[in-house]
């Protein structure tokens, strides 16, 4: 016993001098491995393309070695060169919060966000305003910087001479302009006290620059093996090391500076948020270069030179005092930043942050110990943000595209790097959380016919056309390793149905083993255009024609939480290739910032109706009543009354209705509670006519009143939020029943031109108390944002309000192709009847009954059971129609019937998160594929909407087993590990809508 104990202690101090010694001296990172970089090269040998990447790898390194070891290391800035992400942007109580440029204004917010760009390398420490081309600071901040370097190596402003702070063109101390648009790295103050952060800003920039440069070093050295890259990587990784421990944002937040932190004030060299890109930064580049530092005596003879000739804290002279220093200064500073939250980001970025550091290390137990943390509850908490917070869809808690997609995007990355790290065997992503599977697929569901992905929340901008967030490869890497052939199909549509560099892998020996792959997988996999479909984890409807027009509609009843808007039931119309009822997007500033509380993140600045003058409650999802995407019809219901939880009806009915090669919409909008309720329309900017009104123009103030100013904070005027954004103001107090606009999108709009004659022509078909016009702005630091939206705005106001707005929404080119619109009911019945006149001379009758399980018998018209109803006819012949969770559909001798929604309850469902979205009801289902593709509604037990669409059907004992794809039903975790919470319970009712249709030239479905 005494002899294996010893053994065993002899056994343990092995290991541990093991590990000592792979720490220190360690050839390679843990990522960028031997047999990687060996692959990487041999590509570039043996392929064009690779051949031409390290062409291009050399080319974009080639200055960085030019510059001597010497000023390398003098580049890096320490503490107390502050730094900003804008110039004007103030915290501090009662400031201006941005005032733009010190000579021009407001002007130069037409370039942006952060329209400074300032060139580093031929303009040093300048900033150049786009608008009026003047140059900021006035006076030479190298030479004064230069004179602040202190014993250490780094900037001192107590050393600085500050006699060198006056503006060059001015020299006379005498002269007005002496010290005009002066900076000395804290700002130049204005005569109201207003600072310019010129130096602040051109840090900012500047770190990003040299973090980029240290990447092209990187890059060069993997794609050469020539170790002049690692050598001068090395020497600013080095020194970055020496000075990148006592970085700090805070300071500089707390005097009232800004940066991405997230209101924190913490940071390392940036903000929170962006540090965790710049730690990755570093740590991927540190990664890629240590293979190179090996045996260069010249890189740590300098290093050890530096070192005497000025004060630092660690030695120098060796390779293991290189990696000691980059791993202490760099990495395990990064690690602990995470954990002191300095460096915290969107859910998933921090956690990247600690996987790219941990491999980058390469050391046990440390690594093993920091990727463990990742999946600790008191740490990264990855498998709580697995099951809490991602949907079915693989959307997370946030509402706005770009921000859902974030985790999904992060979190597979993360797993990535895991894969390619073996030595790390404790989790496996892909393997214990699959239902990350829908995630590689959603910003290609959401891009409306693969070209646009709505401007919802604080994400894009006003009408913007974009699908930037579809990424082939990533959903190339969601093959990798799911194997699933929607991804493989997605993703070689999405690459210009071709699988060319789809998933190539430089660093593998047969680096396009995966594209082949994906190209027999997707040639081979019969795929079913979908002009309409459902996100309904998301919360995203879409209908669409069966036409060439390609008109559809986006409509939300997603988030209205975090980066989203209070906008439930908002919707846009895709046209002509542009948005022709633009949501404003990303609003000036996504902070504490008066025109995005107030007006672009309000709900009045949206398509939805307000509520007794407040905005919409944060909540997590409406709720799908029906939904059916059928040929020539479409039509949608949601419920979204959780948004207003007072309201006993809060729900919009929108059908899209094809005709020729066109296509229009019905706006049904019913709000059942509370004494004043405002629905609220644009189109897109341009001139707006209308007919039916008597409009009277306001000459002073806004929609609040005649005496509030434009931009008045409604909490100061008690008013409503969003009312003083909206001016120029033209009401009829009176207004008739039915009225008709029609604007015309202004050449410029996006994808406009002056040959474009495309309108939206809008009829409203509703008794209200008022209609107003008025204009309203998007944010004007957006490019290509336009000038202003114009408004209608329909007003009714009384004790227990119950409206229901109706409309008619055609967008055309030219000419319209609707003849005349006309309600036909009374207005106060529970159901609403239109007839439409089409210019080719068909007619559509179009039926709404919010009682379904009453008949609507209609003198000289159309008789229904159901909910929704549509008859084509053309001098009294029907020639199409379509019936909706109903049982029958008449008009003279024209009949549809159906079997009405098809219900019944849950008996069980898979409860684990593999597996896939399987439900077994006690109801018998067809199972001859007529249910694929339709949703399947049950009722949910928690905020989220139970709703999935079915991709299969078969039979089972006596009921049916209902097929959901690669899905969970799982949206929260329980009391014990594995015991989870789900959508909807067993034992809940479900409802399947039912549809009927027939056309006399297609046959009956």
Same mark, same amino acid.
Request: charged share 20%; net charge neutral.
């Given at each position: 016993?005494?002899?294996?104990?010893?053994?065993?202690?002899?056994?343990?101090?092995?290991?541990?001098?093991?590990?000592?010694?792979?720490?220190?001296?360690?050839?390679?990172?843990?990522?960028?491995?031997?047999?990687?970089?060996?692959?990487?090269?041999?590509?570039?040998?043996?392929?064009?393309?690779?051949?031409?990447?390290?062409?291009?790898?050399?080319?974009?390194?080639?200055?960085?070695?030019?510059?001597?070891?010497?000023?390398?290391?003098?580049?890096?800035?320490?503490?107390?060169?502050?730094?900003?992400?804008?110039?004007?942007?103030?915290?501090?109580?009662?400031?201006?919060?941005?005032?733009?440029?010190?000579?021009?204004?407001?002007?130069?917010?037409?370039?942006?966000?952060?329209?400074?760009?300032?060139?580093?390398?031929?303009?040093?420490?300048?900033?150049?305003?786009?608008?009026?081309?003047?140059?900021?600071?006035?006076?030479?901040?190298?030479?004064?910087?230069?004179?602040?370097?202190?014993?250490?190596?780094?900037?001192?402003?107590?050393?600085?001479?500050?006699?060198?702070?006056?503006?060059?063109?001015?020299?006379?101390?005498?002269?007005?302009?002496?010290?005009?648009?002066?900076?000395?790295?804290?700002?130049?103050?204005?005569?109201?006290?207003?600072?310019?952060?010129?130096?602040?800003?051109?840090?900012?920039?500047?770190?990003?620059?040299?973090?980029?440069?240290?990447?092209?070093?990187?890059?060069?050295?993997?794609?050469?093996?020539?170790?002049?890259?690692?050598?001068?990587?090395?020497?600013?990784?080095?020194?970055?090391?020496?000075?990148?421990?006592?970085?700090?944002?805070?300071?500089?937040?707390?005097?009232?500076?800004?940066?991405?932190?997230?209101?924190?004030?913490?940071?390392?060299?940036?903000?929170?948020?962006?540090?965790?890109?710049?730690?990755?930064s570093m740590a991927t580049s540190y990664d890629k270069i240590l293979s190179g530092t090996e045996n260069d005596?010249?890189?740590?003879?300098?290093?050890?030179?530096?070192?005497?000739?000025?004060?630092?804290?660690?030695?120098?002279?060796?390779?293991?005092?290189?990696?000691?220093?980059?791993?202490?200064?760099?990495?395990?500073?990064?690690?602990?930043?995470?954990?002191?939250?300095?460096?915290?980001?969107?859910?998933?970025?921090?956690?990247?942050?600690?996987?790219?550091?941990?491999?980058?290390?390469?050391?046990?137990?440390?690594?093993?110990?920091?990727?463990?943390?990742?999946?600790?509850?008191?740490?990264?908490?990855?498998?709580?943000?697995?099951?809490?917070?991602?949907?079915?869809?693989?959307?997370?808690?946030?509402?706005?595209?770009?921000?859902?997609?974030?985790?999904?995007?992060?979190?597979?990355?993360?797993?990535?790097?895991?894969?390619?790290?073996?030595?790390?065997?404790?989790?496996?992503?892909?393997?214990?959380?699959?239902?990350?599977?829908?995630?590689?697929?959603?910003?290609?569901?959401?891009?409306?016919?693969?070209?646009?992905?709505?401007?919802?929340?604080?994400?894009?901008?006003?009408?913007?056309?974009?699908?930037?967030?579809?990424?082939?490869?990533?959903?190339?890497?969601?093959?990798?390793?799911?194997?699933?052939?929607?991804?493989?199909?997605?993703? =070689?549509?999405?690459? @210009?149905?071709?699988?060319? !560099? +789809? *998933?190539? /892998?430089?660093?593998?020996?047969?680096?396009? &083993? #995966?594209?082949?792959?994906?190209?027999?997988?997707?040639?081979?996999?019969?795929?079913?255009?979908?002009?309409? =479909?459902?996100?309904? @984890?998301?919360?995203?409807? !879409? +209908? *669409?024609? /069966?036409?060439?027009?390609?008109?559809?509609? &986006? #409509?939300?009843?997603?988030?209205?939480?975090?980066?989203?808007?209070?906008?439930?039931?908002?919707?846009?119309?895709?046209?002509?290739?542009?948005?022709?009822?633009?949501?404003? *997007?990303?609003?000036?500033?996504?902070?504490?910032?008066?025109?995005?509380?107030?007006?672009?993140?309000?709900?009045?600045?949206?398509?939805?109706?307000?509520?007794?003058?407040?905005?919409?409650?944060?909540?997590?999802?409406?709720?799908?009543?029906?939904?059916?995407?059928?040929?020539?019809?479409?039509?949608?219901?949601?419920?979204?009354?959780?948004?207003?939880?007072?309201?006993?009806?809060?729900?919009?009915?929108?059908?899209?209705?094809?005709?020729?090669?066109?296509?229009?919409?019905?706006?049904?909008?019913?709000?059942?509670?509370?004494?004043?309720?405002?629905?609220?329309?644009?189109?897109?900017?341009?001139?707006?006519?209308?007919?039916?009104?008597?409009?009277?123009?306001?000459?002073?103030?806004?929609?609040?009143?005649?005496?509030?100013?434009?931009?008045?904070?409604?909490?100061?005027?008690?008013?409503?939020?969003?009312?003083?954004?909206?001016?120029?103001?033209?009401?009829?107090?009176?207004?008739?029943?039915?009225?008709?606009?029609?604007?015309?999108?202004?050449?410029?709009?996006?994808?406009?031109?002056?040959?474009?004659?495309?309108?939206?022509?809008?009829?409203?078909?509703?008794?209200?108390?008022?209609?107003?016009?008025?204009?309203?702005?998007?944010?004007?630091?957006?490019?290509?944002?336009?000038?202003?939206?114009?408004?209608?705005?329909?007003?009714?106001?009384?004790?227990?309000?119950?409206?229901?707005?109706?409309?008619?929404?055609?967008?055309?080119?030219?000419?319209?192709?609707?003849k005349s619109v006309k309600r036909l009911d009374d207005g106060k019945s529970t159901y609403v009847y239109l007839?439409?006149?089409?210019?080719?001379?068909?007619?559509?009758?179009?039926?709404?009954?919010?009682?379904?399980?009453?008949?609507?018998?209609?003198?000289?018209?159309?008789?229904?059971?159901?909910?929704?109803?549509?008859?084509?006819?053309?001098?009294?012949?029907?020639?199409?129609?379509a019936l909706i969770n109903g049982t029958s559909l008449a008009y003279n001798n024209f009949t549809l019937h159906?079997?009405?929604?098809?219900?019944?309850?849950?008996?069980?469902?898979?409860?684990?998160?593999?597996?896939?979205?399987?439900?077994?009801?006690?109801?018998?289902?067809?199972?001859?594929?007529?249910?694929?593709?339709?949703?399947?509604?049950?009722?949910?037990?928690?905020?989220?909407?139970?709703?999935?669409?079915?991709?299969?059907?078969?039979?089972?004992?006596?009921?049916?087993?209902?097929?959901?794809?690669?899905?969970?039903?799982?949206?929260?975790?329980?009391?014990?590990?594995?015991?989870?919470?789900?959508?909807?319970?067993?034992?809940?009712?479900?409802?399947?809508?039912?549809?009927?249709?027939?056309?006399?030239?297609?046959?009956?479905?």
């Amino acid at each position: 016993m005494y002899k294996q104990r010893i053994t065993g202690c002899l056994a343990i101090v092995i290991l541990i001098a093991v590990f000592t010694r792979a720490s220190a001296q360690r050839e390679f990172g843990g990522m960028y491995t031997k047999e990687r970089i060996a692959n990487l090269r041999n590509n570039c040998d043996k392929y064009v393309w690779g051949k031409k990447l390290q062409t291009k790898a050399i080319a974009n390194a080639k200055h960085w070695i030019t510059i001597s070891d010497e000023q390398l290391w003098g580049m890096v800035p320490g503490q107390a060169l502050p730094r900003c992400i804008d110039v004007t942007l103030d915290r501090r109580k009662g400031k201006t919060k941005a005032i733009g440029c010190l000579v021009c204004g407001k002007k130069i917010f037409s370039f942006g966000n952060y329209p400074y760009e300032p060139d580093i390398l031929n303009k040093p420490w300048k900033l150049t305003c786009p608008s009026c081309h003047n140059v900021f600071p006035t006076n030479d901040f190298g030479k004064y910087y230069q004179s602040g370097i202190d014993e250490t190596g780094v900037f001192n402003p107590a050393k600085a001479d500050r006699k060198l702070l006056y503006n060059t063109a001015h020299p006379d101390p005498k002269d007005p302009l002496h010290m005009f648009g002066v900076d000395d790295g804290y700002g130049y103050i204005d005569k109201d006290d207003q600072p310019h952060r010129f130096i602040g800003y051109f840090t900012y920039k500047y770190w990003d620059y040299l973090l980029n440069g240290i990447a092209l070093l990187a890059d060069a050295y993997l794609y050469t093996g020539d170790k002049i890259y690692a050598h001068k990587a090395a020497i600013l990784l080095d020194r970055i090391a020496d000075v990148y421990p006592d970085m700090e944002w805070k300071p500089y937040a707390d005097a009232g500076w800004y940066n991405s932190d997230g209101g924190s004030n913490l940071g390392k060299i940036g903000g929170s948020i962006s540090e965790t890109g710049l730690a990755q930064s570093m740590a991927t580049s540190y990664d890629k270069i240590l293979s190179g530092t090996e045996n260069d005596q010249q890189l740590y003879q300098f290093l050890l030179q530096q070192s005497k000739k000025y004060k630092l804290k660690s030695e120098k002279g060796t390779r293991k005092l290189l990696v000691d220093n980059i791993d202490e200064g760099i990495l395990r500073t990064a690690f602990q930043a995470v954990l002191s939250k300095k460096i915290r980001g969107n859910q998933g970025m921090h956690q990247l942050t600690v996987a790219t550091c941990a491999i980058a290390l390469n050391t046990a137990p440390e690594t093993t110990e920091w990727l463990d943390w990742l999946f600790s509850s008191t740490g990264g908490n990855i498998p709580w943000l697995m099951v809490n917070t991602m949907d079915h869809d693989g959307s997370t808690d946030e509402g706005a595209p770009n921000y859902t997609f974030l985790w999904g995007k992060m979190i597979a990355r993360l797993a990535d790097e895991l894969k390619h790290y073996p030595a790390y065997t404790h989790h496996d992503i892909f393997k214990e959380f699959p239902h990350i599977t829908p995630a590689f697929l959603l910003p290609y569901r959401l891009a409306i016919h693969g070209k646009a992905i709505p401007n919802s929340g604080d994400s894009g901008a006003t009408g913007l056309v974009s699908s930037s967030g579809v990424d082939p490869q990533f959903m190339a890497q969601g093959y990798r390793y799911t194997r699933d052939p929607e991804i493989a199909v997605a993703a =070689y549509k999405s690459n @210009g149905n071709s699988a060319e !560099v +789809l *998933g190539r /892998d430089i660093y593998a020996a047969d680096p396009d &083993a #995966l594209s082949r792959e994906i190209k027999q997988v997707a040639e081979n996999t019969k795929v079913v255009p979908q002009n309409g =479909y459902l996100v309904s @984890g998301f919360g995203l409807a !879409v +209908l *669409g024609a /069966d036409n060439k027009s390609s008109i559809s509609l &986006a #409509l939300n009843y997603g988030r209205t939480i975090k980066h989203a808007h209070p906008d439930m039931l908002n919707f846009d119309i895709w046209g002509f290739n542009n948005w022709l009822a633009p949501d404003q *997007g990303y609003p000036e500033f996504a902070t504490n910032w008066p025109s995005n509380q107030e007006w672009t993140g309000s709900t009045l600045s949206h398509n939805t109706v307000l509520v007794n003058k407040t905005p919409q409650k944060e909540i997590w999802s409406g709720k799908i009543n029906f939904f059916k995407q059928l040929n020539g019809f479409a039509a949608v219901e949601i419920d979204g009354k959780k948004a207003y939880p007072g309201l006993k009806t809060y729900t919009r009915t929108m059908c899209l209705i094809s005709s020729d090669s066109n296509a229009y919409a019905v706006d049904i909008v019913r709000v059942a509670g509370g004494d004043d309720h405002v629905y609220g329309f644009h189109g897109p900017p341009g001139l707006v006519n209308s007919e039916g009104l008597n409009l009277q123009l306001q000459t002073t103030g806004t929609y609040a009143g005649v005496n509030i100013e434009k931009g008045a904070k409604a909490a100061e005027g008690n008013f409503p939020i969003g009312y003083s954004y909206l001016y120029n103001v033209r009401a009829d107090k009176n207004p008739p029943a039915q009225f008709m606009l029609d604007w015309k999108a202004a050449a410029g709009y996006r994808n406009v031109s002056d040959k474009d004659d495309i309108h939206l022509r809008y009829y409203a078909l509703n008794q209200s108390a008022d209609v107003a016009l008025a204009d309203g702005d998007p944010p004007q630091n957006k490019p290509g944002n336009p000038r202003k939206l114009d408004y209608v705005l329909i007003h009714n106001q009384g004790n227990n309000l119950n409206s229901t707005f109706v409309s008619v929404i055609e967008p055309y080119k030219t000419r319209p192709f609707i003849k005349s619109v006309k309600r036909l009911d009374d207005g106060k019945s529970t159901y609403v009847y239109l007839k439409v006149e089409l210019m080719n001379g068909n007619t559509d009758l179009v039926l709404y009954n919010s009682l379904t399980d009453k008949t609507i018998k209609l003198a000289n018209g159309p008789s229904m059971n159901g909910m929704v109803g549509y008859v084509r006819e053309n001098d009294g012949k029907a020639l199409a129609g379509a019936l909706i969770n109903g049982t029958s559909l008449a008009y003279n001798n024209f009949t549809l019937h159906s079997t009405g929604p098809l219900t019944g309850k849950v008996v069980t469902m898979n409860k684990q998160l593999s597996g896939g979205g399987w439900i077994v009801v006690d109801t018998k289902l067809p199972t001859d594929g007529s249910l694929n593709g339709q949703p399947i509604m049950v009722a949910a037990n928690s905020e989220r909407d139970a709703c999935y669409t079915i991709t299969s059907v078969e039979k089972y004992n006596n009921g049916s087993k209902i097929f959901c794809g690669p899905i969970s039903f799982v949206r929260g975790s329980g009391e014990s590990p594995k015991q989870y919470l789900y959508d909807f319970d067993e034992g809940a009712p479900f409802q399947i809508p039912s549809h009927a249709i027939w056309d006399s030239n297609i046959t009956k479905e």
